[in-house]
């Protein structure tokens, strides 16, 4: 009986946990959009004015250009906080999947990737449907995850690969990571308490959430002798 009142608790706690997360992410999102709609347009100036003053310079166009790319997909981020704070549907295309997974591989900061070997297994084109921004979040996700799980083993290990199946695509995250317990696996992509220092333990079930949101689901699946595998399936465009 005390196990069960100490669960519902729990359950309790998280569910609070993530209505707070939800209305700060939605007040975030609203405050934020503004100052970072400027931060574009004073980037934009400054390259409009050098060129007007004949300045070149190869390494401030080249920051320049970083700063308005970098403000632009802090932007569509805001989006889509924002549209789901509104409940709008997610926007659904056909895209290449392929390329949505290079471009997550290379927003990872160097210092994240460092240290870890790290194989990529992509084919050159998987046409997929759904809302790429959001898959790609996704996948970043899971392998921000499983970077950051391999660094606690001897020789860091990571890989992702894409697979056909009969109606979807199959991303394959793995890491060699530490062996973890039974009760944190069975708890993988459910809201829970996280033992990071910076975590708020809703990570996996966000990225639960967009891959059915989107149509596909997600699986854990243990790897011999230690690490986990994370499968992320994404509908495939119907021929």
């Known amino acids: ?23 700060m992410s939605s007040i975030f999102a609203h405050e934020v959009k503004q100052p970072i709609t400027n931060l ?40 889509h906080v924002r549209s789901y704070a509104k409940h709008k549907a997610n926007r659904s295309e056909v895209f290449n999947l392929v390329e949505v997974i290079r471009r997550a591989i290379n927003s990872i900061n160097k210092e994240e990737i460092e240290g870890v070997q ?18 790609e979040l996704a996948v970043l996700n899971v392998l921000k995850n499983a970077l950051k799980a391999a660094k606690n083993s001897l ?3 990571t890989s992702v690969s894409v697979t056909a199946q009969k109606h979807m695509w199959k991303i394959t995250v793995t890491d060699n990571g530490p062996k973890i317990s039974e009760e944190i696996f069975s708890a993988l992509g459910r809201p829970t308490s996280t033992s990071k220092k910076d ?41």
């Not at 009986?1 to 209305?23: G, M």
């Not at 934009?44 to 050098?50: F, I, M, N, P, T």
């Not at 790290?118 to 898959?135: K, M, R, W, Y």
């Not at 708020?200 to 002798?225: A, C, D, M, W, Y």
């Open 40 to 79: 574009i347009y004073y980037a934009s100036a400054l390259s409009l004015l050098l060129q007007q003053l004949g300045v070149k310079d190869d390494r401030v166009e080249y920051a320049l250009k970083q700063m308005n790319s970098q403000a632009k997909r802090t932007s569509d981020i805001v989006e």
């Open 1 to 23: 009986t005390e196990r069960k009142a100490r669960e519902n608790r729990q359950k309790l706690d998280l569910l609070e946990k993530s209505r707070v997360i939800s209305q």
């Open 155 to 157: 020789n860091p290990q």
């Open 199 to 239: 975590g708020l333990g809703v990570g996996l079930s966000i990225v639960l959430s967009i891959i059915e949101n989107n149509g596909g689901h997600l699986t854990f699946r243990r790897i011999e002798p230690n690490g986990i595998a994370v499968d992320l399936f994404v509908k495939k465009k119907e021929e």
């Open 118 to 135: 790290t194989t990529a297994n992509l084919p050159q084109e998987a046409i997929a449907v759904g809302d790429s921004f959001e898959i």
